[in-house]
């Protein structure tokens, strides 16, 4: 199995799977999400903006759990088969 160096002769996680993206699909989908960086602030600035509208007054009380997972669908929801609205109705009683 190819091995996958940046430079410095460090291994680099998305250098592999770009490698080996046909013997691991679906792991180059979740290596992306978790390993690549943001292009700019602005994206960053857009999380920080929606969360803050999220944890308002009347949602003192959220738990940082809930706060999180409502944060990330909502900026991924792209990226789901199904609705966030599916997802919290499903799941509410997890977080609460």
């Given at each position: 199995m190819k091995k996958a160096?940046?430079?410095s002769g460090r291994?680099?996680?998305l250098k592999f799977y770009a490698?080996?993206?046909r013997e691991f699909p679906i792991h180059v989908v979740l290596a992306?999400?978790?390993f690549s960086t943001?292009?700019?602030e602005a994206n960053m600035e857009r999380v920080f903006s929606y969360t803050g509208g999220v944890m308002s007054a009347k949602r003192a009380s959220l738990s940082a759990p809930m706060?999180?997972?409502m944060v990330f669908l909502s900026q991924n929801a792209s990226f789901f088969p199904f609705s966030t609205e599916e997802l919290y109705d499903k799941y509410?009683?997890?977080f609460s």
């Open positions: 160096h940046d430079s291994f680099d996680v490698v080996h993206k992306l999400c978790f943001l292009c700019s706060l999180q997972a509410y009683d997890m």
